[in-house]
């Protein structure tokens, strides 16, 4: 069974950048699916961005609000997918999960995914 460790959060301000790392254990995920959830308090968990395939030559997929802001990548041999958030907006504000998805189908939907890191919190200030 894989798991997965989030780190890379943190509290600061409008208009900085983070980078959020997802380190796999217990097996590899290079071919697998791989996403970025978010979770803010009272509301649903949202998509953020996803990898489809090998991460060489893979697809991406973004949440309109965090297009152009923010890119999801992987490095095979360390095991690792990234987020790297640029221009944090106060609403970017929740906590970020990663996630694997072993069948792929919508990649989109938190439902699709089978295994959940711990997650870890993003607080953009204004």
């Known amino acids: 069974q894989v798991q997965l460790v989030e780190s890379g959060g943190g509290l600061v301000q409008a208009g900085a950048s983070l980078r959020l790392s997802c380190v796999a254990s217990?097996?590899?995920?290079?071919?697998?699916?791989m996403g970025w959830f978010r979770q803010a308090p009272g509301k649903e968990r949202e998509f953020v961005a996803a990898?489809?395939?090998?991460?060489?030559?893979?697809?991406?997929y973004y949440a309109d609000s965090v297009k152009g802001r923010f890119t999801i990548s992987g490095d095979n041999a360390k095991n690792t997918v990234y987020l790297q958030m640029n221009s944090l907006k106060p609403e970017d504000t929740a906590v970020y999960y990663c996630?694997?998805?072993?069948?792929?189908?919508?990649?989109?939907?938190?439902?699709?995914?089978?295994?959940w890191g711990q997650g870890t919190q993003v607080t953009v200030s204004s």
């Open positions: 990898i489809s395939s090998r991460w060489a030559g893979s697809r991406t």
């Open positions: 996630a694997v998805n072993y069948r792929g189908g919508y990649l989109l939907s938190a439902g699709q995914y089978e295994t």
């Open positions: 217990g097996g590899t995920f290079s071919s697998y699916h």
